[in-house]
């Protein structure tokens, strides 16, 4: 049987379609981009090398080929077509477990059931591909001997002291000899075996976690006072600032050795020490010069200075690129945001009094300040560009993020 139409009947028909088409189109989100769709990281072979890549807009781009963060080029085999495989993936088991970063990834292991023979080491929240802010647990967490301990100096005495965080309670106190004394800093080399403390008494001091005794004094040139504190991020090389008018120099410890390996000349009474993420530059802060010092750390060499004056302390985002400078010369204090591939000033944040310490949160988000002689604590708020700043009274020292 054949069906005949009228023309009316046609045309009210397609009139029909053409409607229902124009509602699909608009009911589409068309102009979403690949970007959108795949968030995040993959590695892929690129002149059969592996290479950390991501979208922009519609278009692969390639992040980098170096290592970076969790990404490590050398756990990638490019010698087959397709995508590159873990290497080792194919062998017998236990597999090497892997997360979105890669193996090791940024996945935290849970504490350890035994009492640790090292300090307690956290693993990053940062690591590729970023995680966002989580906040966090508010029931209280179970004790056990796994949790962070603290170190703390005592300028006035030859000595550390080693606090447990869960419970609170001072573990032990450490004597460092009495020539040295005068503690300033301390830091912790990766591993967790190993702090390393300055002596404004002409000393560096090592000390082994596992036994909490110093195992060796590095006394150096009574022209030089050990003040500020940095380690590398392979745990090979400590930094070391001289807070000495007559010889403001930074030195450079090989951690394995103990022995001095270079003598960096720099600013008046350098103080702070800070690396970048991937160690790769060194930034010398003064409270009494009138700029701040950046060296190459590969080439132990001068890379430029910057004309901000009675620095104290600098904060990195997770990529390293873009600095943020805690400065006095201002009233109130400001902290100067740079971006660390032109050494430019972007941005400035008015905040309290003598700024001193800075850190940056779990999220590149928000910076922490302690205004020193303002008796405040500014946050800033890096997405909304907006400062806070709150009085706490005395003079704020320190920061730490417990997690």
């Known amino acids: 049987m054949n069906l005949r139409f009228s023309t009316s009947t046609k045309l009210m028909a397609g009139g029909i379609l053409l409607s229902m088409g124009w509602f699909v189109l608009a009911s589409c989100d068309c102009d979403e981009s690949k970007e959108d769709k795949y968030p995040g990281f993959w590695v892929a072979c690129i002149g059969n090398k592996p290479a950390l890549m991501s979208y922009s807009g519609n278009n692969a781009t ?9 990404f490590n ?3 990638y085999d490019c010698s087959h077509n397709g995508s590159p495989h873990y290497k080792g993936s194919e062998s017998d088991a236990p597999f090497k477990v892997g997360s979105p970063a890669g193996p090791g990834g940024y996945g935290r292991k849970p504490h350890q059931t035994a009492a640790p023979t090292a300090a307690f080491i956290p693993h990053q929240l940062r690591d590729l591909p970023f995680l966002p802010d989580t906040p966090p647990s508010q029931a209280s967490p179970n004790c056990d001997s796994s ?14 002291t080693r606090v447990s965080t869960c419970p ?11 020539i040295a004394g005068n503690t ?4 912790v080399t990766p591993d967790g075996s190993t702090a ?9 001091n090592f000390i082994d976690l596992a036994t909490n005794t110093v195992t060796y004094t590095l006394m150096t040139d009574s022209s030089i006072n050990p003040d500020g504190l940095a380690i590398s991020p392979d745990g090979a090389t ?6 000495n008018p007559a010889n403001p120099v930074v030195l450079v410890i090989n951690i394995a050795s103990k022995q001095i390996t270079a003598t960096l000349n720099t600013i008046q009474y350098p103080s702070g020490a800070t690396l970048t993420p991937d160690g ?5 802060t003064s409270p009494l010069a009138q700029s701040v010092d950046i060296f190459d750390t590969l080439s132990n060499t001068r890379i430029t200075g910057l004309a901000i004056a009675q620095t104290v302390d600098v904060a990195f985002n997770s990529t390293g690129t873009h600095a943020y400078v805690t400065s006095g010369q201002t009233i109130p204090g400001s902290v100067y945001e740079i971006d660390t591939a032109t050494f430019k000033t972007t941005n400035t944040y008015t905040v309290g009094l003598d700024p001193s310490d800075i850190k940056m949160s779990y999220g590149d988000q928000w910076l922490v300040v302690n205004n020193d002689s303002g008796g405040s604590i500014s946050i800033i708020d890096l997405l909304k560009g907006t400062v806070a700043t709150t009085a706490v009274g005395a003079s704020p020292t320190g920061i730490a993020f417990v997690h």
């Open 168 to 178: 609170f309670a001072i573990k032990t106190v450490i004597p460092v000899p009495t």
């Open 147 to 160: 949790f962070p301990d603290i170190l703390q100096t005592d300028h006035n005495l030859p000595m550390l």
């Open 196 to 204: 390393i403390a300055t002596s404004f008494g002409s000393a560096v």
């Open 238 to 243: 400590a930094y070391v600032t001289s807070f």
């Open 62 to 70: 390639i992040v980098s080929s170096d290592p970076a963060a969790s």
């Open 280 to 284: 790769s530059q060194l930034w010398i």
């Open 73 to 75: 080029p050398a756990e």
């Open 184 to 187: 300033l800093q301390v830091q």
